[in-house]
């Protein structure tokens, strides 16, 4: 069973900076990808950020410049920098591992910015 634990969420204000951290039960350098998502309540869940096993990154619009997406293979943990941050980031989330065609999720952690 895999299990991803986020920790690294919290209250910040507009222009801060949080680091999110995913740590994984298993050996992330077999996952094909992870990912960060965000949701918020009444939206779908949507991609923030993904890194792919061979180590090439995608962002959404709203965040490219702003979070960086990096994986620790030696410590099974991903992570999403987030500098500049601004009220509209403020959601739940989600770390998301893909690997051979099966999809593990975190339980979540929420981000709030302050204005």
Same mark, same amino acid.
């Given at each position: 069973?895999? =299990? ?5 969420g919290? /209250? #910040?204000?507009?222009?801060? @900076? ?5 740590? +994984? ?11 960060w998502?965000? =949701? ?6 949507? /991609? #923030?950020?993904?890194?792919? @096993? ?5 962002? +959404?619009?709203?965040v ?45 952690t929420?981000v709030?910015?302050?204005?």
């Open positions: 069973q895999v =299990q991803l634990v986020e920790s690294g919290g /209250l #910040v204000q507009a222009g801060g @900076s949080l680091r999110l951290s995913c740590a +994984a039960s298993v050996s992330i350098f077999s996952a094909n990808t992870m990912a998502y965000r =949701q918020v309540p009444g939206k779908q869940r949507e /991609l #923030v950020a993904i890194i792919r @096993s061979y180590g090439t990154t995608t962002y +959404a619009d709203s490219k410049g702003r979070f960086t997406i990096s994986r620790d293979n030696a410590k099974n943990t991903v992570y999403l920098q987030m500098n500049s941050l601004k009220p509209e980031d403020t959601a739940v989330y989600y770390c998301n591992l893909v690997r051979n065609q099966y999809t593990y999720w975190g339980q979540g929420q709030t910015v302050s204005s």
